[in-house]
Every structure is written in C-alpha cells, then in structure tokens.
C-alpha cells in the first residue's frame, strides 16, 4: 500500500481534483433532485444542506491544492473546462495567486483575470517582484498597474519602469533584479559576513557579482571559490575577469543561445558603460526557450497565437481562420490542377489512386527541409555563403531520395498495374516533385525572413499547398504526354 505522503504525480492530481468536482456536481444535483420530488418539503432545509456539501467538498479540494506546487496547480487549471477552472481558481489561496497567475497560459490567464476584481488583482500583484509584476502587466488593467506602482518604494518603481521599457523578446524583458554584488577590494571573511547578513540568496545564485565603487563590472567570484579559500584572500586575486554578459537589448533568442553553448547559470546584465543592470538566470531562459519553441510550432501549423483548448468557439475561430482561409485557397488551386487533367484520369484510373502519393511524399519531404532550415535560422547558423551550400546540399538530398523512393514506388505501381510507362512517370513524378519541395522548403523561408517575416509562420502550410499543386500538376502532366 501506498505511503500517504508519497508524492503524486500532476496527472493523478488533476484526476483527483475531476473526480471531486464530479462528485460535488452529483450530490448537488441529487439534492435538488430530492427537493423538487418532495414537492418542496425540503425548501428549508436544502440551502443548509447544499451549503454543508459545499463546504466538504471545497475543503477537501483546497487541501489538494494548497500541497501543489503553482506551476502544477497551473498546469490543472489549463485542463479544465472553464467552469471547473473559475471554481477550483476561487479556492487558491490568495497568496498565490500571483505566482500560478505567471506559470499559466497567456489565454488561460485572461480568464482568470477576468473573473477577479481589482482589489484582487492588485493583492496578487503586490506579492511579487518588480520583474514579475513586469511580466504580468500586460495583461493587467491599467488602473491594476497604477496602484500596484503606488504600493511600491521608489527603488521598485524604477526597476518596474525600467523592466517596462524593454520589450518581451530582449534581456531586458528577461532579466531580474534580485543579485548579490561585491567589491573586489575586500576579504573572503568580509564576503561571508556580508552574506550571512542576508535572510537568504537570490535563486540560482552561483556567482557574485564583483563591481567597482561606480556599480561598473569588474569580474565575477564563483561561490565555488569563495567557498574553499581562506578568509583573509582578497576577492581580487580570485575573481573571474572572462565574463559572459549581456546588454538588456540584446535579443533573448541569442542570450538563450549562449547559455546554452556556455552552460550558464546566471550572467550579468550591463548598459552601455558596463554598469550592471541585473541579471539573467537560467529558469527565465528555459521559460523563454520553451515558449519560444511552442510558439514556433503554432505559427508553423498557422495559427495565430496559443490558444485556451476550452476557450469560446468565437475566439478558437478567429485564431485559425486565417492560414485556413489560405489553406482553402490553395486547396481550390489543387482541385483545379486535377479538374484540368479529368480526361487523363478517366483515359487511365490508375492516375487517380497513385497521385496523392507523389503529393504526400512531397509534402513530408518539404516539411523536414522547412523545419531544418526555421531552425537554422532562429540558431543564426545561415549566412550567404551557407544558404547556396545548404540550397545544394538539399537539393541532392532530394535527388537522391527522389530516385531512390521514386524507383520503389515505381516497382509497386508495376507490380499492381503491369505497365513500365507508369512506372517511369510515377518515378520521374516523385523525383521531380521532392525537388520542388526541397528549393521551396529552403527558400520559404530564407524569402521570409528577407521580408523581415518570421519564417515559421505558416510555413508548413505553404509547403504542403505547394507539393500538392506541384505534384498533381507533375504526375498528371507527365502521364497526359506520354501515357494517354
């Protein structure tokens, strides 16, 4: 049997929250039930019981959520329909709100927002750090922010300003303010004093920062050293001058990069004299890294931007009614392309049950060229010289997957229909088609961010438009000169 205190996954977490919030659902409905069936001798008695289910059955969901982390807690109320969510978000402690308020959706936090007054929010609000209350205030009312930057001291209504200035996709946007800095003329026992001072570290503190008397950045004192020299050494014969820093408009997307090549925990930000600003730390770009990536995926699938799964059917709409609107366009273009070649198919059936192979084979093909090439993009690993290497490297690739896959398919359609002619189109169709899809899968991209696009936006649906038109226009183009 398993111990009580043995910790739960989030999964059984959220079923165990579902099945209470079923459970209260019944029994409400039985009451009610009951009271109508007594023809109302219950009326007086129902609102005691009613209130006493409630009670029970809110207690017990609270208890769940009070031994949930917030990122968890968040991650239940994304899975809930939005009735359930409002009232399971009614029973988080109000201390906590601002913390699962920053670990949820964007979409899912404008429901919660919503249904929460001002004093409400501003409590919230209050509760967290200046760079925090930053990444919240977009999607705060602005008489929220007004008073929440009222609450503040003045040093924390700088900070607020400054962090406001800068815009989501920059170290600005990213960094906090909460670091511990030194100065490199003191002792390691000095250090330690000062240190010991402190209710406790900034999170994801493994260097201090050492500066001069002007704030500008001198270097950095790896913990790991302070730690196992003796006290009387002075930080400056130990501090680390090879700093890896950043500018807080430098682009998120490269700082994310760095700590990545680097291995960095945390790095400092300065401004252009080399004061430091704050700091970058790596829970905020492994945030950034994986909303950037989920982003990617849905612009790449066309829509517009992360979307509620339980939102209004209006707003679901409006998220992905433009790439489909083009997605139709190219559709009708296809059914066109095939509408020209009618007296083909008829002539020869077997046109019809091989050509959305050339076409689907072609649309994978691209696909896998066109997510390379995002992805090089985005890492910055494409220059002039690399883009005509890399035109020509996947070209070849497609060469030689066309003759190879588009030998086999051959052998197939000549083993079902006994015919070599359809067997030559059908190989000279694939090759030819993952051709056209590997030059579009490359300079899709590459012509959208020459227009200064983001090239992941809808690509995989322009690729797969293109193959399909490509590839029908191929196959039945080649059948039509030399099989009928």
Do not use: C
């Amino acid at each position: 049997m398993a111990d009580v205190d043995e910790p739960r996954s989030v999964q059984e977490s959220l079923q165990e929250i579902m099945d209470l919030l079923r459970r209260q659902r019944v029994v409400e409905s039985l009451v009610h039930r009951e009271g109508e069936g007594r023809g109302g001798a219950l009326t007086d008695r129902q609102p005691l019981v009613d209130s006493l289910v409630h009670k029970q059955n809110e207690a017990e969901l609270q208890t769940r959520l009070d031994a949930l982390h917030p990122a968890d807690v968040a991650l239940i109320l994304e899975a809930l329909p939005l009735d359930d969510r409002l009232r399971v978000w009614q029973l988080v402690k109000a201390d906590r709100d601002g913390e699962i308020l920053l670990e949820v959706s964007d979409a899912v936090r404008e429901t919660l927002i919503a249904d929460m007054d001002r004093g409400e929010l501003v409590a919230a609000t209050e509760q967290l750090d200046t760079d925090e209350i930053a990444d919240l205030a977009p999607d705060l009312p602005d008489e929220v922010i007004a008073d929440v930057f009222k609450s503040l001291s003045a040093e924390e209504r700088e900070q607020l300003r400054e962090a406001l200035s800068y815009p989501e996709d920059s170290v600005g946007g990213l960094m906090d303010f909460e670091m511990v800095t030194i100065r490199e003329d003191v002792t390691i026992e000095v250090v330690l004093r000062y240190l010991r001072r402190l209710d406790e570290l900034p999170s994801n503190t493994d260097k201090l920062f050492v500066v001069d008397r002007k704030g500008l950045l001198r270097g950095v004192l790896p913990l790991k050293k302070l730690l196992v020299n003796e006290p009387e050494i002075e930080v400056a014969t130990l501090v680390d001058r090879n700093v890896v820093s950043f500018h807080p408009d430098d682009d998120a997307r490269d700082a994310a990069t760095a700590f990545e090549r680097y291995d960095l925990i945390s790095a400092p930000v300065v401004d252009d004299h080399g004061e430091v600003l704050g700091r970058l730390t790596v829970d905020v770009v492994v945030d950034y890294i994986r909303e950037a990536s989920e982003a990617e995926k849905l612009k790449a699938s066309g829509l517009r931007e992360e979307e509620d799964i339980f939102a209004p059917v209006w707003d679901s709409l409006k998220n992905r009614w433009t790439w489909l609107a083009v997605n139709l366009v190219t559709a009708f273009i296809a059914s066109r392309v095939i509408g020209a070649f009618e007296g083909s198919i008829e002539k020869l059936v077997a046109l019809a049950a091989l050509m959305p192979i050339v076409a689907g084979i072609g649309g994978n093909a691209g696909n896998q060229t066109i997510t390379m090439i995002v992805r090089a993009l985005a890492l910055g690993q494409i220059g002039r010289d690399g883009a005509r290497k890399l035109f020509v490297k996947e070209i070849t690739i497609a060469l030689i997957n066309g003759l190879v896959w588009g030998s086999i398919i051959g052998l197939v359609a000549w083993v079902f229909y006994r015919n070599i002619e359809l067997s030559i189109v059908m190989m000279a169709a694939m090759t030819l088609n993952l051709l056209l899809a590997a030059l579009a899968g490359v300079l899709i991209p590459l012509a959208r961010r020459w227009l200064q696009r983001d090239p992941a936006v809808g690509s995989s649906v322009l690729i797969t438009a293109l193959t399909d038109s490509g590839g029908f226009f191929i196959f039945l183009g080649l059948a039509t000169v030399f099989l009928i």
